[in-house]
């Protein structure tokens, strides 16, 4: 599968999201004056891969987006994309799913240990 393939069986929403982080560290390292070599070299990718990147390419991987965001001192935004404490829809889940009654469950004959 090609490249363009995949990216057009990717939802409107996701490729939408991808073109703005893209976008987003490509302005973040224009605007702390950092050239696309240095940037690339700080993350360990080569030029072509960071202009792939600020593209928002679905094929650059999460752990090079990671390292990008630990250049511009942003990693913890990464840690909390769905904190779980948060997380109102799966807590609202798991809140429908406590039992209503709980009840003891009939203790066993004596064994005669003490």
Same mark, same amino acid.
């Given at each position: =599968?090609?490249? %363009?393939?995949?990216?057009?069986?990717?939802?409107?929403?996701?490729?939408?999201?991808? @073109? /703005?982080? +893209? #976008?987003?560290?490509?302005?973040?390292?224009?605007?702390? @004056?950092?050239?696309? &070599?240095? =940037? !690339? #070299?700080? *993350?360990? *990718?080569?030029?072509?891969?960071?202009?792939?990147?600020?593209? +928002?390419?679905?094929? $650059?991987? *999460?752990?090079? $987006?990671?390292?990008?965001?630990?250049?511009?001192?942003? *990693?913890?935004?990464? !840690?909390?994309?769905?904190?779980?404490?948060?997380? #109102?829809?799966?807590?609202?889940? =798991?809140?429908? &799913? $406590?039992? /209503?009654?709980?009840?003891? %469950?009939?203790? +066993?004959?004596?064994?005669?240990?003490?």
């Amino acid at each position: =599968m090609s490249d %363009k393939t995949r990216e057009a069986t990717l939802p409107l929403p996701v490729r939408r999201s991808l @073109r /703005k982080l +893209g #976008e987003d560290l490509a302005l973040a390292r224009r605007r702390r @004056r950092i050239s696309t &070599a240095s =940037m !690339a #070299e700080r *993350i360990q *990718i080569s030029v072509a891969t960071l202009r792939r990147l600020e593209r +928002g390419d679905p094929s $650059v991987a *999460i752990g090079t $987006v990671a390292q990008a965001l630990l250049v511009f001192n942003a *990693i913890d935004r990464l !840690a909390q994309l769905l904190d779980t404490v948060a997380d #109102e829809v799966g807590l609202q889940l =798991m809140d429908e &799913a $406590v039992p /209503k009654r709980i009840r003891n %469950k009939p203790l +066993g004959p004596a064994s005669g240990a003490l």
